[in-house]
């Protein structure tokens, strides 16, 4: 599009509305039929109401002796795929509040940073890079927090590191889906002979591994350490789940990463305070509240009887 031109009235109109309209039944003409999606995010609940609902899953992780590093990775992903960009400033504000000291602010901050760069393999591009700013504006809300949060790029591929970024991927490739992952690679190669290339070598490797599993020894210190806001091998499965589960319509998925949690088991360290609560989860009860988590987090989101604004129609 050329330089200060605008798109037409009518394009512009057609660009801001659902896919198609709501309209009465064929069968029925006092059936009303909801009309298509929409062209802007999902509208936000009474915020009263998501920050009780936080307050409880804060409660519920605590009380399984969990931190809050895995309930913010799961909520984060799940509002990332609901594309909520409302109660994702909500969640920010909750679990960083101004009162809390800048070192857990900015823990809370880069963790929920990472869990939506990490949704782009899950549920794209798009709902990532809105969520991603609205989470960049919650953010610019706290001065000091602006100021800590590193802004160098951690995931640059050039030289010698690509090697050690195919080691990462398929390393984690076979961590979660062992003993399947060969065959797995073999069933995706006959849908497109690129399909696991690109699953493995270019989301498993530089987007869901750890930064640090693929630095070089000649690399700074710091790169070579895994943060504790990173999202680790056992937060990437949990990231996994939620996204995948609430964006619905892919449960084979969902069971696949399911089976990668309860593998996650081996990823836990042995000194981390959490041990406990992070061993339960990597169980079939542990799963079974992942999954319960996420329905919850979208039944409190998408099922909401009242919204901010005049109602559920009303933009953000």
């Not at 920050?51 to 509002?79: C, P, R």
């Not at 549920?123 to 809105?130: A, F, S, T």
């Not at 319509?249 to 992070?278: C, E, F, N, Y």
């Not at 061993?279 to 989101?301: M, P």
Request: net charge neutral; proline share 7%; with cysteine.
């Amino acid at each position: 599009m050329s330089k200060g031109r605008s798109l037409p009235t009518a394009l512009k109109q057609l660009l801001q509305q659902p896919t198609f309209p709501a309209r009465a039944s064929r069968s029925s003409a006092s059936t009303q039929l909801p009309a298509g999606r929409p062209a802007a995010p999902s509208p936000t609940p009474k915020l009263s109401a998501v920050a009780q609902h936080f307050a409880s899953l804060q409660a519920e992780a605590s009380s399984k002796g969990l931190g809050w590093g895995e309930w913010v990775s799961i909520a984060t992903a799940t509002l990332f795929t609901l594309n909520n960009p409302g109660s994702l400033a909500a969640l920010h504000r909750f679990a960083a509040p101004t009162s809390a000291d800048l070192a857990h602010r900015t823990n809370v901050a880069l963790l929920m940073r990472e869990t939506g760069l990490k949704c782009i393999g899950f549920i794209g591009i798009p709902k990532v890079i809105n969520n991603l700013a609205a989470l960049r504006k919650a953010v610019e809300a706290d001065a000091d927090l602006v100021k800590s949060l590193p802004t160098q790029p951690r995931r640059q591929i050039k030289g010698e590191r690509l090697e050690s970024v195919h080691k990462a991927a398929y390393a984690l490739w076979d961590d979660i889906y062992t003993p399947h992952s060969e065959k797995l690679l073999k069933i995706l190669g006959t849908s497109h002979p690129d399909l696991p290339v690109f699953i493995v070598e270019s989301e498993y490797g530089p987007l869901f591994s750890s930064p640090a599993s693929f630095a070089l020894s000649s690399d700074p210190e710091e790169m070579k350490k895994e943060p504790e806001w990173d999202v680790n091998r056992l937060r990437t499965s949990l990231v996994a789940i939620s996204a995948l589960r609430a964006q619905g319509g892919v449960g084979p998925q969902v069971t696949s990463h399911v089976w990668g949690l309860m593998k996650a088991k081996d990823s836990i360290k042995p000194d981390d305070a959490s041990k406990r609560g992070l061993e339960w989860l990597t169980t079939e009860e542990g799963a079974l509240w992942v999954v319960r988590t996420v329905d919850g987090i979208c039944e409190a989101v998408e099922g909401a009887e009242e919204f901010e604004g005049q109602g559920k129609e009303s933009k953000l």
